[in-house]
T-cell receptor
Framework: GDSVTQMEGPVTLSEEAFLTINCTYT??????LFWYVQYPGEGLQLLLK?????DKGSNKGFEATYRKETTSFHLEKGSVQVSDSAVYFC????????????FGSGTRLSIRP | DVKVTQSSRYLVKRTGEKVFLECVQD?????MFWYRQDPGLGLRLIYF???????EKGDIPEGYSVSREKKERFSLILESASTNQTSMYLC?????????????FGQGTRLTVV
């Protein structure tokens, strides 16, 4: 079945460092891809999304490009801030996954001042 | 402002109790989901519903049931709570018939079973 694999955490970086969180997927159809963020004590909220190959989603300085050839959707940010400390989830949705949203295991990111 | 509201942020229940977790959305979404979130395991789907009175088992339905009598409300029921059901529970809703739209999440209910 469909699945999402993202890099294990926790990831600890200094402020203004470059961030990459890897995400790869397996899907039989053509899924839409999402990154969600969960701040401490809160539910998940959408960070960005891409709905077809080569689309780039972006928001709050974060970017991710839908790469069909490598089945990847890596999250990047050029200069992280302390306020970016959170748990990040990669996810996919397609009708071939029976309308379920499939999530990765999450990556905890901590940013040092 | 779209909203998914879970009835409780924190809940403490005793082993063997019947527990109801309520979720309400105001977006007229057809699809609704219940997940549990545990450290190292990410989000695991318990049940989802694609319409009123319709439900499908997710990956870990054992020990749980659900109810969807009205479109806006999706309830998760723990028939006889056990300590291994101590977890964070997240409800989500989504527009049906669209792969492009995102799911919206509630703030979560942290359930402790003692």
């Amino acid at each position: 079945g469909d699945s999402v694999t993202q890099m294990e955490g926790p990831v600890t970086l200094s402020e203004e460092a470059f961030l990459t969180i890897n995400c790869t997927y397996t899907a039989t159809g053509y899924p839409s891809l999402f990154w969600y963020v969960q701040y401490p004590g809160e539910g998940l909220q959408l960070l960005l999304k891409a709905t077809k190959a080569d689309d780039k989603g972006s928001n709050k300085g974060f970017e991710a490009t839908y790469r069909k050839e490598t089945t990847s959707f890596h999250l990047e940010k050029g200069s992280v801030q302390v306020s970016d400390s959170a748990v990040y989830f990669c996810a996919l949705f397609s009708y071939s996954s029976a309308s379920k949203i499939i999530f990765g295991s999450g990556t905890r990111l901590s940013i040092r001042p | 402002d779209v909203k998914v509201t879970q009835s409780s942020r924190y809940l403490v229940k005793r082993t063997g109790e019947k527990v109801f977790l309520e979720c309400v959305q105001d977006m007229d979404h057809e699809n609704m989901f219940w997940y549990r979130q545990d450290p190292g395991l990410g989000l695991r789907l318990i049940y989802f519903s694609y319409d009123v009175k319709m439900k499908e088992k997710g990956d870990i339905p054992e020990g749980y049931s659900v109810s969807r009598e009205k479109k806006e409300r999706f309830s998760l029921i723990l028939e006889s709570a056990s300590t291994n059901q101590t977890s964070m529970y997240l409800c989500a809703s989504k527009l049906a018939d669209s792969e492009n739209t995102e799911a919206f999440f509630g703030q979560g209910t942290r359930l402790t079973v003692v």
